[in-house]
């Protein structure tokens, strides 16, 4: 066996990510319809707001604003923004279709012809700079119609819908687009369905039974998708996209070990095993029967599930967790989103995401070895509060080493044996956070000049990290 010194394979697909609703702006124009990204305000407490009372899914402009609603405004500036991505060299960008500029309402029989001119324009304006799209079909933004009638993914006429959507843009964009994913980070769902899966539960609900059932919508869906894909594009790769953080025990006590194992299978593995093994897996039916969760099954739903599986697994990543069995209160670190007990040996974010590249590592070999199908690190990097100098330079250091870092543990998995296709780091250009509605919360090797009260002009700056990243991918990951 021959070992190249080379650290990253050949055709690496080195790139940025993005998602439609954080970047495009736009939102009532094209004839787009609403979707959830567009009623949520912006704010920390975002995620939660539509379990208070009177939350009604219409837009609220007195009471709030609304960042999405312009984001970067990449809808009328995308030109200038993938000129800047083909400068520092990439050779995938990573985005989102918007249900919405599509069908705006969710329900319509025919797609939309202006939000599908959009894509093709952007599609268009990226092969020109030989740049490949890796497209996301749904990224947190439900059609607010499809919430309001339906109940997003609670209801199952919501994939004939999603079918209906999958197969216009796999049939417009079947010349444009080589790679494709099905839900952005299905499994956050456990955290926050609000985002993937269009609705949250109610107090006093059944949350397992509400959520596993559409889960299960959703893995049928995302089959139907592959099918579709394979009858129209049968050279394209479908991935699913999990959101990926390894779980440690916070020691060595058995029983905090086997409390973290059994969060990692519900959490990291539960989706990718559906998707990427074709069945529901014997630790989740024991889940489902200690919580009283009943799926409703259709005749052929398994078999589907079976036969489409996916050809890779998209992940994210930025953190891992640290679990014990009974936590109280007090040791528990939100880290926003995903809940655990700190990590003595790791610093978190201002955010408080853990930093931890080794992680990455860790997550890319438990992964590979599990499931043995290439893996994509589709979105990783550091949320942090940049600050243009009076220079007008950005000195973004720490954001540097911790994608450096990042780098490194990528390199190390691949000599470990893992089948990694590529990286696209998050917000390659700053945008609007997901779980904070935020601009200051900046990723960007290319800064907005956009700020948390709406003010700025939308003008675009080179990052320190611009520089730095366009060094990585024309040494394709050896000059770090
Ligand atoms: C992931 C989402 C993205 C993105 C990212 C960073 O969960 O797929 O949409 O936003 O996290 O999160 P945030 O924007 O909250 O910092």
Redesign the pocket.
């Given at each position: 066996m021959s070992v190249s010194n080379k650290r990253f394979p050949e055709g690496f697909l080195w790139g940025g990510?993005?998602?439609a609703?954080?970047i495009e702006g736009g939102f009532d124009e094209g004839n787009k319809g609403l979707n959830i990204a567009d009623v949520l305000p912006g704010g920390k407490g975002r995620l939660k707001v539509v379990n208070e009372p009177g939350f009604n899914y219409e837009i609220d402009h007195e009471k709030h604003r609304y960042p999405n609603h312009e984001a970067i405004d990449f809808y009328h500036r995308y030109k200038e923004d993938i000129a800047l991505f083909a400068e520092m060299g990439f050779k995938v960008f990573r985005m989102s279709i918007a249900w919405t500029r599509i069908f705006p309402n969710g329900t319509e029989l025919e797609p939309n012809e202006e939000g599908l001119a959009f894509y093709d324009r952007v599609f268009d304006e990226l092969h020109k700079h030989g740049i490949e799209p890796v497209v996301t079909i749904s990224?947190?933004e439900m059609p607010v119609n499809l919430t309001k009638e339906y109940g997003g993914w609670r209801s199952r006429d919501v994939i004939a819908f999603f079918e209906r959507y999958a197969r216009a843009i796999l049939n417009r964009y079947k010349d444009k687009v080589k790679y494709w994913m099905t839900f952005?980070?299905i499994n956050?769902a456990m955290h926050f369905p609000i985002?993937s899966m269009g609705f949250t539960t109610k107090e006093g609900e059944h949350h397992y039974q509400a959520i596993f059932q559409a889960f299960h919508h959703q893995f049928v869906a995302s089959s139907l998708a592959v099918k579709a894909c394979r009858e129209i594009i049968p050279d394209a790769e479908i991935g699913c996209?999990i959101?990926a953080a390894p779980v440690y025990s916070y020691d060595s006590n058995p029983e905090n070990v086997m409390h973290a194992l059994q969060k990692e299978q519900m959490f990291n593995y539960f989706c990718a095993d559906v998707h990427v093994r074709g069945e529901y897996p014997a630790y989740a039916q024991r889940f489902f029967k200690e919580h009283d969760v009943k799926l409703e099954l259709h005749d052929g739903d398994i078999e589907l599930i079976k036969e489409f599986t996916v050809d890779y697994i998209g992940f994210?990543y930025?953190m891992s967790i640290t679990e014990k069995k009974d936590k109280k209160p007090e040791e528990i670190i939100a880290g926003?989103?995903l809940e655990g007990v700190k990590n003595p040996f790791l610093q978190a974010s201002d955010?408080g995401?853990e930093i931890d590249p080794t992680g990455l590592r860790i997550i890319l070999n438990k992964l590979y070895y599990r499931y043995q199908v290439p893996l994509f690190v589709v979105?990783n990097?550091l949320?942090a509060n940049d600050k243009v100098e009076e220079d007008g330079s950005i000195n973004d250091d720490y954001r540097i080493d911790y994608l450096r870092s990042h780098v490194e543990a990528m390199a190390e998995a691949i000599e470990d044996g893992v089948d990694l296709m590529g990286y696209t780091s998050?917000?390659c250009i700053d945008?609007?956070?997901?779980?904070?509605g935020?601009y200051s919360?900046r990723?960007g090797f290319i800064y907005v000049d956009k700020h948390d009260d709406g003010s700025g002009t939308l003008e675009r700056k080179k990052k320190k990290s611009f520089h730095w990243y366009k060094k990585v991918i024309a040494s394709n990951g050896e000059n770090l």
């Open positions: 990510a993005t998602a609703n954080q990224h947190y952005n980070e956050s985002m996209m959101l994210s930025y926003n989103v955010w995401w979105e990097g949320g998050w917000g945008l609007v956070s997901m779980s904070t935020e919360k990723y």
